[in-house]
């Protein structure tokens, strides 16, 4: 079997409801030069009996099978398996338009591009997909230097995985971090560093479901803050392996600092618990975490915004209803 173009990666985890639409949606593509590596995930139903039927009757799927273990274990598995010259994702309750890969290999080719991002559309379970055929290139910009727009806000979102095509030795250069949710910001974050250049395409390939019964949306309150903790853990890891990547940058040295103390730190030990209307307790114990790490010198109290140094002194006097009237 020749190398392909594209590697397709499905982490698959009891999906047996909206599977079979997924990968007809891989099957039925204009662009055929690909493989798709179906990693079923320890389910409990019959997804790995749907994967194994389409692997019979098409040899581009590929079926692996494990002991369950998490989304970001399995697409890592996936990224080590993949041959191709460029890496997709895709969800398995998620749907591609039938020129997704057709158009995503002509945008990354033409705009010679470490990565791609184009657009997606938002569907919930009883609605009908209806898509137009493409018949021209649609438009796109080209960013150098990504995380340094990013960092200046002059980027688009870019915090998802399954709306972009890889550069295959750029995605096999990171690794998901096992967290979940917000494994996508990791890896995203991560690959735009390392990226010399980002292309974003004017077109829909992909229709995102909003699964009442997916991970996101079915993991606990507490247990989804507590994974947010260790998000922030994880970016403050990132971001000083980047800093030493930018000694020649003070300004973008900064900006990383500044990113990792107001949209990770803060976010999630602050502002997120007083949203939430956490217990004071538990409040307390977070602020004191973080007058810990700037006493520490892990972080310095000048990059957070005026706002939210305000909003820390309040809370350590124990003034919470008018540091949740600041924040609100």
């Known amino acids: 079997m020749t190398t392909p173009i594209i590697s397709l990666i499905i982490p698959v985890h009891n999906a047996e ?6 990968l007809n949606s891989v099957k039925n593509q204009t662009f055929a030069d690909f493989e798709v590596l179906c990693i079923n995930d320890g ?13 019979e009757s098409d040899n581009r799927f590929i079926v692996f099978n494990q002991q369950n273990q998490g989304v970001s274990p399995t697409r890592n598995y996936g990224i080590k398996n993949a041959s191709g010259k460029y890496i997709m994702f ?4 998620d749907t591609l338009h ?18 791609c991002q184009f657009k997606y559309k938002r569907l919930f379970p009883n609605d009908t997909i209806s898509y137009s055929f493409y018949n021209k290139c649609p438009s796109f910009s080209v960013k150098n230097n990504p995380l340094e727009l ?12 399954w709306d972009k095509i890889y550069k295959s030795e ?22 735009m560093a390392l990226a010399k250049t980002m292309a974003f395409a004017n077109i829909t390939l992909l229709y995102y479901l909003q699964n009442p019964a997916s991970k996101l949306h079915t993991t606990g309150a507490e247990k ?17 392996k980047n800093i030493n990547v930018y000694t020649h940058n003070s300004k973008v040295q900064k900006q990383l600092l500044q990113y990792y103390a107001n949209h990770f730190l803060f976010k999630e030990y602050i502002s997120q618990p007083l949203r939430k209307k956490m217990n004071k307790g538990k409040i307390d114990e977070y602020v004191k975490t973080v007058l810990q790490k700037i006493q520490s010198g892990e972080v310095e109290e000048s990059l957070f915004r005026f706002r939210y140094r305000l909003v820390l002194k309040l809370l350590a006097k124990k003034q919470y209803s008018l540091a949740s009237l600041i924040m609100a």
């Open 224 to 240: 989804y803050h507590l994974n947010r903790l260790k998000i922030t853990d994880e970016m403050y890891r990132i971001i000083h």
């Open 98 to 115: 039938p020129q997704a890969m057709e158009y995503a290999f002509k945008l990354i080719e033409k705009t010679k591009a470490d990565i």
């Open 17 to 22: 409801k909206y599977l079979q639409n997924t």
């Open 43 to 55: 389910s409990s139903d019959n997804s790995l009996d749907i994967l194994r039927k389409f692997a």
């Open 170 to 191: 750029l995605a096999k250069k990171v690794t998901f971090k096992n967290v979940q949710p917000g494994e996508d910001d990791l890896f995203s974050f991560e690959t």
């Open 90 to 93: 895709l969800d398995n309750d």
């Open 150 to 161: 990013f960092l200046d806000k002059k980027l688009p979102k870019t915090v998802l995985v």
